[in-house]
């Protein structure tokens, strides 16, 4: 089965700077898109990036400017750069995938589990 890891999440201080990773592994044919969406407590969880396999990105308002997507198609990999971080960008980061498995046909969504960012004032 397709299986999505996040890494990277951790504590960090208003301003700093944190690179979440997420991995996809299992009986991958392609990846048309990957995401990167968070929860805060108490909130809905919203999109924060997103990247095509051809290279187009989307981003969040909140987070303009700030963070980067990128993806490396070889590894089957996302990432996210989150620069001059806020107290407000507290959330269980998780990411998503829509892909087409092997030998199966139509597209199947992932998320991974999810990895904690906190960020302190």
């Known amino acids: 089965q397709v299986q999505l890891v996040e890494s990277g999440g951790g504590l960090v201080q208003a301003g700093g700077s944190l690179r979440l990773s997420c991995a996809a592994s299992?009986?991958?044919?392609?990846?048309?898109?990957m995401d990167w969406h968070r929860q805060a407590p108490g909130k809905q969880r919203e999109l924060v990036a997103t990247?095509?396999?051809?290279?187009?990105?989307r981003y969040a308002d909140s987070v303009k400017g700030r963070f980067t997507i990128s993806r490396d198609n070889a590894k089957n990999t996302v990432y996210l750069q989150m620069n001059s971080l806020k107290p407000e960008d507290t959330a269980v980061y998780y990411c998503y995938a829509d892909l087409y498995r092997v030998g199966v046909p139509g597209s199947y969504a992932y998320w991974g589990q999810g990895t904690q960012v906190t960020v302190s004032s």
């Open positions: 299992g009986r991958i044919l392609r990846i048309n898109a």
């Open positions: 990247m095509t396999s051809g290279g187009t990105t």
